[in-house]
C-alpha cells in the first residue's frame, strides 16, 4: 500500500531543534517527499520538498535516507508558531499527492 | 498576489440539497485538487484535475462532482448522495510536472445539518 508512516505525535521544547521523522518505503526512485505543515482550521501550508539530497530552506531542512525508504524533518530552532500537524507525503507514481494523518508537534514552552 | 480562494469559509446546508463550493487560483497553475479532512483525520482526495475540461475520481468520488471549464476555477458540487457530507474541504493546485509543490486554500468547513 502505497503510504508514508509517521508518529502520532511528538513533543519539543522551544528553541531546541526537532527532527519529525518519516518512512516512506514504497516510494519509487522520481517520486519526491513533500512536507506540509497544517494549523487549525487553515490549508496545509508547503514546508519542503527533496528527491534524492538534502534540501534547505528557510523553514527547515530535509535530511533523505540513502536508500530513500525514509526522510526527516529538522526545523533548527523551534518557536510556538511552529506548532502544528506536519505532513510527509509523495505521489509515489501517480499524479497527486497522498496524504497520512500526519506528526501533530507541541512544542512546550 | 498570487494565490488561491476558497469561498465561503463556513457554509450550512440541510440534509438532502446540494451545495456547491468555490474554488479559485490566479496562478497559473495547471492542475488542481479537491481534498476532504475529517477531524483528526489526514487529508483524503476527492477529484482531481491535470487540465481544462478534464478531470479524475480520487479515493473517495462518490457522492461529488466537479466541473474545470476554466483553468482559474474547479468548483465541487456535494450532492445529496453523499452519506455523510459535514467536513472540512480543501482545494489545492499546482503546475503539473516532478517534483511540484501544492498551493493550499484556507478551507470551506461544511456543515449539513
Known amino acids: 500500500d502505497a503510504k508514508t508512516t509517521q508518529p502520532n505525535s511528538m513533543e519539543s521544547n522551544e528553541e531546541e531543534p526537532v527532527h519529525l521523522p518519516c518512512n516512506h518505503s514504497?516510494?519509487?526512485?522520481?517520486?519526491?517527499i513533500h512536507w506540509y505543515r497544517q494549523l487549525p482550521s487553515q490549508g496545509p501550508e508547503y514546508v519542503i520538498h527533496?528527491?534524492?539530497s538534502n534540501v534547505n530552506n528557510r523553514m527547515a531542512s530535509l535530511a533523505i535516507a540513502e536508500d530513500r525508504k525514509s526522510s526527516t524533518l529538522i526545523l533548527h530552532r523551534a518557536t510556538l508558531r511552529d506548532a502544528a500537524v506536519y505532513y510527509c507525503t509523495s505521489n509515489f507514481g501517480n499524479e497527486k499527492l497522498t496524504f497520512g494523518t500526519g506528526t501533530r508537534l507541541t512544542i512546550i514552552p | 498576489d498570487g494565490g488561491i480562494t476558497q469561498s465561503p469559509k463556513y457554509l450550512f446546508r440541510k440534509e438532502g440539497q446540494n451545495v456547491t463550493l468555490s474554488c479559485e487560483q490566479n496562478l497559473n497553475h495547471d492542475a488542481m485538487y479537491w481534498y476532504r479532512q475529517d477531524p483528526g483525520q489526514g487529508l483524503r482526495l476527492i477529484y482531481y484535475s491535470q487540465i481544462v475540461n478534464d478531470f479524475q475520481k480520487g479515493d473517495i468520488a462518490e457522492g461529488y462532482s466537479v466541473s474545470r471549464e476554466k483553468k482559474e476555477s474547479f468548483p465541487l458540487t456535494v450532492t445529496s448522495a453523499q452519506k455523510n457530507p459535514t467536513a472540512f474541504y480543501l482545494c489545492?493546485?499546482?503546475?503539473?510536472?516532478?517534483?511540484?509543490?501544492?498551493?493550499f486554500g484556507s478551507g470551506t468547513r461544511l456543515t449539513v445539518v
Open positions: 489545492a493546485s499546482s503546475t503539473t510536472g516532478q517534483g511540484r509543490g501544492y498551493t
Open positions: 527533496g528527491l534524492t
Open positions: 514504497t516510494i519509487s526512485g522520481t517520486d519526491y
